[in-house]
Nanobody, 124 residues
């Protein structure tokens, strides 16, 4: 079965950096897109970034463009989210997700597999 395990969350000061990891297992992900989403307290889960396993195409939410970078290591079956210049509004639980839908979907409804999430707290 598909398993996605996030790690790397924690407490960081505003302006700081964190790198999240998502270890994927259970199948071959070459035809998948891997997404990062976040959910702040009292808010809906929102798209952050996504990348396909098989090429370099990536997509970012406007709110993180230029500060966050999504990447993958095929040999390790791991996807990363490098987050720089973090802002207090970036405080949320960050989730990794996988989908076989073509392109780079941004809707949570199009992702079939989800990790358990990792907490990111940004202090001002």
């Amino acid at each position: 079965q598909v398993q996605l395990v996030e790690s790397g969350g924690g407490l960081v000061q505003a302006g700081g950096s964190l790198r999240l990891s998502c270890a994927a297992s259970g199948r071959t992900f070459s035809g998948y897109a891997m997404g990062w989403f976040r959910q702040a307290p009292g808010k809906e889960r929102e798209f952050v970034a996504a990348i396909r396993w098989s090429d370099i195409d990536a997509s970012y939410a406007d709110s993180v463009k230029g500060r966050f970078t999504v990447s993958r290591d095929n040999a390790k079956n791991t996807v990363y989210l490098q987050m720089n210049s973090l802002k207090p509004e970036g405080r949320a639980v960050y989730y990794c997700a996988a989908t076989r839908v073509l392109g780079i979907p941004r809707s949570t409804l199009l992702y079939a597999y989800w990790g358990q999430g990792t907490q990111v707290t940004v202090s001002s």
